[in-house]
């Protein structure tokens, strides 16, 4: 293995001198190539966050050099390659895909940059600063080392206001109260801006409509002291217009729900409610449904807040393809202290009805693979209320290929589902809607039926019923709750194979016969993913599932020592829980460090000695640990591989536990790749013996599936289809001693669609 590596490091070392070598000869005899820049700083005093300030002036010394790749100048390589007369088609495509034109010495202009070097320091306070540069020439390279003299910075006295006019003195005088700005505060022209941006988002809350930061001027007065310091003024320019330092009220609100940019549509007759009129040629919206989404009132002063949460409430109804806000401004109103605004909601509604079509060809880890066609039809605005009504019908069939004995082993799903959203809360007794500042709660109500025929083993047949209600909490957080959630199952023509294997694993056996579930669901995200120029994202979603206790009220216990029936069907009873939460790290050009741990734990308590099958946890396959094959991992260090009908459906538990981590970069275009690690596995909290080593207990570290291996992802914006190639090197179904074992020699190829997490 030592000389393995050290050959490696000769290869590398032996190319990247052929690779330099090739660049040289290049370089034209008048010129350099430009290998970057430095600063130095030698400053008089002790300089607050240097580090960030030395990164800043880093960040002009212009131009960039050429980059690097391991030590090596690839992308000029393929420019110098493409200038051949005939460089033929491999240099062409990459030239066009990684190729780079030179930078030259000739290209480097210092006087340029020493001025944006003290530039950027008198932005930051440090007035009277120097710079000078020293340019260091080899025989074919050329560098530029810059160094800066930063003399101690300009801090502030006071801050206050300078004469203003009123109203705007008094509204601005808040604002300035609640500044950050603090005595010896260091000058910075960055937080000058910030300021004015402040002061200009609470003004336009207190009505302030015409007004502009750009208003807003600061001068900064030194001749008081004579030990750098400066007195900071903020007042008004003076071309600043009437209109800009008057607050404005609402004098009237128009709401076209039906608005078409086709049609005149401002002719129409008009409706009051709720003191907003309401215009519209017929019924399209019903106005008492469509009020409280408006929050802007009469008499109400402009805010633009109010505004953007009018327009982002309204668009939430999923009615609407565009919303459109227009304020109009009453000139024969405008006084010297108040103006009027007429404010117009222009609503643009999506077409009523719509088709949607998906054809999938559907391929799992676990060989099984087969198309699935899946149709969706939506009718917006039923009741005249925003509500949609989605039809979707889905057909599916899959065959286990490749699979010595089992090939051929099908299955075929057949699916109908009807979904009725009310964008409002339908609930017996009134809710107060001001709780739900950020958008109104949507009751979602739901019916559908599942047909499943696993070929060779069994039919499954399975209705579900929801109803329960989903809001944002604001921009990051979403609940989600069904305090009805009703689902039943019926397992039905089962073979003889199938029948032998409940018969030797009881605990399967139970899991299949709760065919009753009834209980409530509750979901929390946190999704701080929104913010994708963020450094550091986070993501959580919690979910609690509990079933049984509202409907053990009336279950009946038929036979002593037996689970208890609901009409005449028993019913399950557990609890269960579990928490995801992915951080994101993202740095350099389209470079990220995602990682993901997820654990989950569920209780059968009451009527169940098991949790249903289809509550069960299973691991393994191309969003879990993808060096196994789907459903293949555990429980615990259980040996799967005794199964040879290649399903692994009674490979389940009521524990799991997982962790991911991945480092993904771009190659080129919309072609994006990865390298991962990935660990975890399920457990039962009971032993269960058809299961053996399936138990979870205080050595469940040493039980984790392992494995690692690189993908490759096709990017077209936001639509990801995902290869990921992975071997174990941890397997728990292996003996102790054996189980760290890198089997590349039987990689798992997982196809998906979307990032993993």
């Not at 002009?60 to 790749?69: D, E, H, I, Y």
Request: proline share 5%; glycine share 6%.
């Amino acid at each position: 293995m030592k000389s393995f590596i050290t050959y490696l490091f000769i290869s590398f070392l032996l190319l990247s001198i052929l690779y330099s070598c090739s660049i040289i000869k290049y370089i034209p005899e008048d010129e350099h190539l430009y290998t970057g820049a430095t600063v130095s700083i030698e400053k008089d005093t002790l300089i607050k966050n240097e580090k960030l300030l030395k990164e800043e002036l880093e960040s002009v010394l212009l131009p960039q050099p050429n980059s690097k790749f391991l030590g090596m100048y690839l992308g000029l390589y393929y420019y110098y390659k493409n200038q051949k007369n005939q460089p033929g088609f491999i240099n062409r495509w990459l030239y066009k895909k990684f190729g780079e034109k030179p930078i030259y010495e000739s290209d480097v202009e210092p006087f340029e940059v020493e001025r944006i070097l003290v530039n950027r320091l008198e932005n930051r306070g440090f007035f009277y600063s120097t710079a000078i540069s020293d340019v260091i020439e080899t025989e074919h390279k050329a560098s530029v080392d810059y160094t800066v003299k930063v003399p101690k910075p300009y801090t502030m006295a006071s801050y206050q206001l300078d004469n203003l006019p009123v109203p705007i003195y008094k509204d601005i005088q808040a604002s300035v109260k609640s500044t950050k700005f603090k005595a010896d505060m260091r000058f910075d022209l960055a937080n000058l801006k910030l300021e004015r941006e402040r002061i200009n988002t609470n003004l336009k809350k207190k009505g302030y409509y015409n007004f502009n930061e750009n208003f807003l001027i600061f001068e900064a007065d030194t001749n008081q002291y004579r030990n750098k310091k400066f007195n900071l003024f903020l007042k008004l320019k003076k071309a600043v217009p009437q209109r800009g330092k008057v607050p404005y009220k609402l004098s009237q609100i128009n709401i076209y729900p039906n608005y078409s940019v086709e049609t005149d549509s401002t002719d129409n007759p008009s409706e009051r409610f709720n003191d907003k009129n309401f215009i519209q040629k017929e019924l399209f919206f019903k106005p008492k449904y469509l009020d409280p989404f408006v929050t802007l009132e009469e008499n109400q002063y402009y805010n633009a807040l109010n505004s953007k949460n009018t327009a982002r409430r309204l668009s939430t109804i999923g009615a609407y393809k565009f919303v459109n806000i227009k304020y109009k401004e009453i000139d024969s109103l405008l006084t010297d202290s108040l103006g009027v605004l007429e404010a117009n909601i222009y609503l643009s509604p999506l077409n009523k009805r719509a088709i949607r079509a998906e054809l999938q060809a559907v391929t799992k880890s676990n060989n099984f693979a087969g198309p699935a066609l899946s149709i969706t039809f939506s009718n917006r605005n039923v009741f005249n209320g925003g509500e949609t009504l989605n039809i979707s019908a889905k057909v599916g069939y899959e065959t286990q290929v490749a699979s010595g004995n089992n090939a051929g082993l099908s299955s075929t799903e057949l699916g109908l589902k009807g979904e009725l959203i009310f964008p409002r809360v339908i609930f017996p007794f009134k809710i107060n809607t001001d709780f739900f500042k950020y958008n109104i709660p949507k009751t979602k109500t739901s019916l559908s039926a599942d047909y499943l025929n696993r070929s060779k083993l069994y039919t499954l047949l399975s209705g579900t019923a929801l109803f329960g209600y989903a809001w944002d909490a604001n921009r990051y957080i979403t609940h989600q709750i069904n305090p009805i959630s009703i689902n039943y199952t019926n397992l039905s023509n089962t073979t003889k194979a199938f029948e032998d294997i409940l018969d030797d694993n009881p605990f399967l056996r139970r899991s299949f016969e709760q065919q009753f579930i009834s209980g409530l669901t509750y979901s929390f995200t946190y999704n701080g993913m929104v913010d994708a120029q963020k450094t550091h994202q986070f993501y959580l979603n919690s979910t609690l599932d509990v079933a049984g206790n509202s409907i053990g009220l009336f279950g009946k216990e038929t036979t002593p020592n037996t689970p208890k029936t609901f009409l005449g069907l028993e019913y399950a009873q557990f609890a269960k829980a579990d928490v995801d939460v992915r951080y994101h790290f993202n740095f350099g050009k389209e470079q990220v460090v995602a990682t993901r741990l997820f654990a989950g734990y569920g209780l059968a308590y009451g009527n169940s000695d098991v949790i249903p099958f289809v509550k069960q946890y299973f691991s393994a396959g191309p969003y879990s640990v993808r060096a196994f094959r789907i459903r293949s991992l555990g429980p615990g260090t259980y040996n799967g591989d005794t199964n040879d009908d290649g399903t692994f459906f009674d490979q389940t538990g009521n524990i799991r536990l997982e962790a991911n981590v991945e480092y993904r970069f771009p190659i080129f275009n919309y072609i994006k790749g990865a390298v991962f690690a990935d660990a975890g596995n399920i457990w039962n909290s009971k032993e269960n013996v058809s299961l053996p080593g399936g138990k979870f207990s205080s050595d469940f570290l040493s039980e984790l599936g392992m494995g690692a291996g690189f993908g490759v992802r096709v990017d077209v914006q936001g639509f990801v289809i995902r290869f990921d190639l992975a071997a174990p090197f941890h397997d728990p179904a292996l003996p102790k001693g054996q189980r760290f074992n890198f089997d590349v020699g039987s990689p798992i190829l997982n196809f998906a669609i979307g990032y993993p997490f």
